[in-house]
């Protein structure tokens, strides 16, 4: 085939021939490595561009998962804080107040928990007493071991007089009422409850409010 005929059949191939025969074969290496060094360039910069989307995308996910779980683990905290298992391997949790659950260590042992059935009446306290007694009441499925109720005393006015939480150790089993009593808060014996016998010293009578806040319940 002649030069003639090559140019003809493929003019590229003609010119790049005759470059190659003007320029040096060293020129055209440089040209081709050139070539390949940019090609190579391109590729590293978008292989590293779809790793950052990808190292982007799993931290978005680790992210998602971890506010998930916060937001489980808050809505948890609500009716769930913590159990406890006691020296008789039974376990205890603890319930809100305010949120009707479900316990029991297997299907076929699970009751519907309603803390309002969880009552206080009887309340005592006389002018001379260091103590204030009163009746847990326990109408729900479940055994009571304690509570943790906010109690508020009001003179007869209704004008609050003190606030306090006290943890009432009581060991009620389900169905059954007991007495159980928990020091004063009126150090200087200057009140009485106003149901209570009226003394004959001069003391001030009062009203209380129970508010329960948790039960520690087990079955």
């Given amino acids: 085939m002649t030069a003639t005929d090559l140019r003809v059949l493929n003019p ?8 190659m025969k003007k320029k040096g074969i060293a020129y055209h290496l440089i040209y ?8 190579f360039a391109v590729a590293m910069a978008l292989i590293l561009i779809f790793t950052q989307k990808a190292d982007g995308k799993k931290i978005r996910q680790r992210l998602k998962v971890a506010t998930e779980k916060s937001a489980s ?3 948890n905290r609500k009716t769930i804080k913590t159990d406890s298992i006691d020296d008789r391997g039974k376990k205890w949790q603890k319930l809100s107040a305010d949120s009707i659950v479900f316990i029991g260590k297997d299907v076929d042992s699970i009751i519907r928990f309603i803390p309002s059935s969880i009552k206080f009446a009887g309340y005592d306290k006389q002018a001379t007493s260091r103590r204030e007694t009163f009746h847990v009441i326990n ?3 479940a055994d009571l071991k304690k509570a943790l109720i906010e109690i508020i ?6 004008r609050m007089l003190h606030k306090r939480k ?5 060991d009620v089993p389900s169905g059954e009422t007991r007495i159980t009593d928990i020091p004063t808060w009126d150090t200087q014996f200057s009140f009485y409850y106003y149901l209570s016998n009226k003394p004959r010293r001069i003391a001030s009578p ?5 508010h329960p806040l948790y039960f520690f319940v087990g079955k």
Avoid: H, P
């Fill in 139 to 141: 109408e729900s499925a």
């Fill in 12 to 19: 590229v191939i003609f010119n790049l021939v005759s470059l």
């Fill in 206 to 210: 009062y009203m209380v409010e129970f």
């Fill in 166 to 170: 006290v943890n009432v150790v009581c």
């Fill in 32 to 39: 081709a490595g050139w070539r390949v060094l940019g090609i």
């Fill in 73 to 75: 683990t808050k809505s």
């Fill in 153 to 158: 005393y009001k003179d007869m006015k209704g």
